[in-house]
């Protein structure tokens, strides 16, 4: 892929190639390479508080989420529970929430009983069902079918990790 894109782009900026035009001097240098991997060098929180914005682009919420410390998520969970419309920010928690269950899926569970609104506290639920589910389904079957708000979501999320050769674990 790498060199088909290098292939491609060089195909682009070909003299011979009537589209192409120079680019600029600011172009070619903010044209990142295909090997920098580099990450923001803005601190998480700083670019979440700077982002935070109910139309952000989903890829961009993933990839500033990713960065956050587990403290740094519960802060910007807070941040967004307290705004006047937090359901608003739907992508932002279910990211969060996703990822915070990532490391404590029960402390997570128990904050979006916290959420106003049933709707919101049960699709961050959810968000926290899936990553949990998907890191240790009966581990999470097991700490939540004594969980009235929860147990039958995680029954059903169990039951569609089964397959032909699990079914009678």
Partial sequence: CGIGGWSFGKM???PDNPTASEPTAAAKSSRPLARDRSVSKVEPMKEFLAELSPDADEGKIWKIVQRLSPKEIQDAIAEIAGKEKPGAYEEWLSALYYRWAETDPMAALESTKQLKGEFLADAMGLAVLCSWMSRDAEGAYISLKKDKDFWHEARDM?????????VFE
């Fill in 12 to 14: 682009r900026d070909h």
């Fill in 158 to 166: 169990l039951v569609r990790t089964w397959n032909k050769d699990t």
